[in-house]
């Protein structure tokens, strides 16, 4: 098969007599293996013996004609060339065989990734955000950026982070919410893949202060429904193109992925409220569910046979000002997308109309001089439009099982950690 070119760490290495055993991992989930025998290359096996776990090299060599290891691909080297030597024990076990504490993982993670369990987790989310742009290409979608800083917030309240814009008060980007509504003025369906920032002061394996969305909007639509056959696609295809393409980072983690049946259960929110209260639960039909309501919620539909459902028609008094309110003025098209009793993804119909959606500015405590730049985009011509934002680190944390919404985010911004 010719002479190959692997570059990576040392992970592993044991001797046996007069052969070294040496695994190295690169950007494939699986380690590559060196075997060193003092007979067939003495000069290789010398260097094979001064070298230890944390080193990085590259070497060239052909697959082995026989593969013994079940690791890994096995190889025979024919050259070797060491980069660096750890000055000093690593840290952690990059071989994963010592067990580390969730806060040792996120301090290390940048060093973890060479752990194959590690490893997989971030190829799976890296398929899950190429899957989603695939999705997108495919079905007519731009791909857009917003602004990070902000003069104000999408939702308004005191989740934000506030900083200093040269002589003004700014505000990181709680969500590209209103400038992807400002965008249907001129696109018809726009998408991006952006981080948000939340100054909401909990530590729960949930929530992060800065986490990753995928955002989408589109215009000139029926009604919601639109909106929720575009998510439910979206996650149908993000599923399957996992499910193709990540056999060996599924299988070393162990996890299996149920394909999803479509179409997602519709679940309206009153209803979602009476089966709550008929397990005993206080929920109010005016706010949005706590997160023990939505765990709660999770372990009933699955009962039922529902992994991924949506529930829909949110109550005005818990939604955000731009959703389009039912004729009968109490309740919205807004919706959630749980998994498992997790809410992944949040989305609706929007007020499209002028006059409308100054009111509901008004009617939210909201002073509409501060979203003035974000009102004028609905005095030209705006269509019918609605989108959602899904969560990465949820979709992912779900699809794979993790405990911990933290597992699925290579660096962790939350209430306690500010660095690495």
Same mark, same amino acid.
């Given at each position: 098969?010719?002479?190959?070119?692997?570059?990576?760490?040392?992970?592993?290495?044991?001797?046996?007599?007069?052969?070294?055993?040496?695994?190295?991992?690169?950007?494939?989930?699986?380690?590559?293996?060196?075997?060193?025998?003092? =007979?067939?290359?003495?000069?290789?096996?010398?260097?094979?013996?001064?070298?230890?776990?944390?080193?990085?090299?590259?070497? =060239?060599?052909?697959?082995?004609?026989?593969?013994?290891?079940?690791?890994?691909?096995?190889?025979?080297?024919?050259?070797?060339?060491?980069?660096?030597?750890?000055?000093?024990?690593?840290?952690?076990?990059?071989?994963?065989?010592?067990?580390?504490?969730?806060?040792?993982?996120?301090?290390?993670?940048?060093?973890?990734?060479?752990?194959?369990?590690?490893?997989?987790?971030?190829?799976?989310? /890296?398929? *899950?955000? /190429?899957?989603?742009?695939?999705?997108?290409?495919?079905?007519?979608?731009?791909?857009?950026?917003?602004?990070?800083?902000?003069?104000?917030?999408?939702?308004?309240?005191?989740?934000?982070?506030?900083?200093?814009?040269?002589?003004?008060?700014?505000? !990181?980007?709680?969500?590209?919410?209103?400038?992807?509504?400002?965008?249907?003025?001129?696109?018809?369906?726009?998408?991006?893949?952006?981080?948000?920032?939340?100054?909401?002061?909990?530590?729960?394996?949930?929530?992060?202060?800065?986490?990753?969305?995928?955002?989408?909007?589109?215009?000139?639509?029926?009604?919601?429904?639109?909106?929720?056959?575009?998510?439910?696609?979206?996650?149908? +295809?993000?599923?399957?193109?996992? *499910?193709?393409?990540?056999?060996?980072?599924?299988?070393?983690?162990?996890?299996?992925?149920?394909?999803?049946?479509?179409?997602?259960?519709?679940?309206?929110?009153?209803?979602?409220?009476?089966?709550?209260?008929?397990?005993?639960?206080?929920?109010?039909?005016?706010?949005?569910?706590?997160? +023990?309501?939505?765990?709660? !919620?999770?372990?009933?539909?699955?009962?039922?046979?529902?992994?991924?459902?949506?529930?829909?028609?949110?109550?005005?008094?818990?939604?955000?000002?731009? +959703?389009?309110?039912?004729?009968?003025?109490?309740?919205?098209?807004?919706?959630?997308?749980?998994?498992?009793?997790?809410?992944?993804?949040?989305?609706?119909?929007?007020?499209?109309?002028?006059?409308? *959606?100054?009111?509901?500015?008004?009617?939210?405590?909201? /002073?509409?001089?501060?979203?003035?730049?974000?009102?004028?985009?609905?005095?030209?011509?705006?269509?019918?439009?609605?989108?959602?934002?899904?969560?990465?680190?949820?979709?992912?944390?779900?699809?794979? /099982?993790? =405990?911990?919404?933290?597992?699925?985010?290579?660096?962790?911004?939350?209430?306690?950690? *500010?660095?690495?």
């Amino acid at each position: 098969m010719g002479l190959k070119r692997i570059c990576g760490w040392i992970i592993r290495k044991k001797s046996i007599g007069r052969i070294i055993i040496i695994e190295v991992s690169s950007d494939s989930v699986r380690p590559s293996v060196l075997v060193l025998k003092e =007979e067939r290359e003495p000069e290789l096996f010398k260097l094979g013996m001064e070298i230890d776990v944390g080193t990085a090299l590259c070497f =060239e060599g052909e697959e082995a004609p026989e593969q013994r290891s079940a690791r890994g691909v096995e190889y025979i080297a024919r050259k070797i060339e060491v980069y660096a030597k750890p000055i000093e024990p690593l840290p952690v076990d990059t071989m994963g065989k010592v067990p580390a504490l969730l806060d040792t993982r996120i301090k290390y993670r940048w060093l973890l990734v060479r752990n194959p369990v590690e490893k997989a987790i971030f190829i799976i989310r /890296n398929s *899950l955000l /190429n899957a989603a742009r695939e999705y997108f290409s495919k079905n007519g979608f731009i791909e857009v950026q917003t602004p990070k800083i902000v003069a104000a917030g999408a939702e308004g309240g005191a989740t934000l982070f506030k900083i200093q814009y040269f002589e003004n008060d700014a505000y !990181l980007s709680q969500s590209p919410q209103l400038f992807k509504q400002m965008l249907m003025a001129g696109f018809t369906r726009v998408y991006e893949i952006t981080p948000y920032f939340r100054a909401e002061k909990y530590n729960t394996t949930r929530h992060l202060n800065e986490s990753w969305g995928i955002d989408v909007e589109q215009g000139f639509i029926n009604s919601v429904e639109d909106v929720l056959q575009t998510l439910e696609n979206l996650i149908t +295809y993000i599923i399957e193109y996992v *499910l193709k393409n990540n056999k060996e980072e599924l299988e070393i983690l162990g996890v299996t992925i149920k394909k999803p049946s479509t179409p997602f259960k519709r679940l309206k929110f009153q209803e979602a409220v009476d089966i709550l209260r008929s397990e005993g639960l206080e929920v109010s039909e005016t706010e949005d569910l706590s997160d +023990y309501a939505e765990k709660k !919620l999770g372990e009933i539909m699955a009962e039922k046979g529902y992994e991924l459902y949506f529930i829909v028609g949110f109550p005005w008094a818990s939604t955000g000002f731009y +959703y389009m309110r039912d004729e009968d003025g109490v309740y919205t098209r807004k919706f959630d997308l749980d998994y498992s009793g997790l809410e992944i993804a949040s989305g609706g119909q929007r007020e499209h109309r002028y006059e409308k *959606l100054l009111n509901a500015l008004k009617e939210k405590g909201l /002073n509409p001089e501060n979203f003035s730049f974000y009102l004028e985009a609905f005095k030209y011509g705006m269509p019918p439009h609605g989108g959602f934002g899904l969560g990465v680190e949820r979709l992912l944390m779900k699809m794979l /099982n993790l =405990e911990n919404v933290r597992e699925a985010i290579l660096f962790v911004r939350d209430r306690t950690r *500010l660095v690495p």
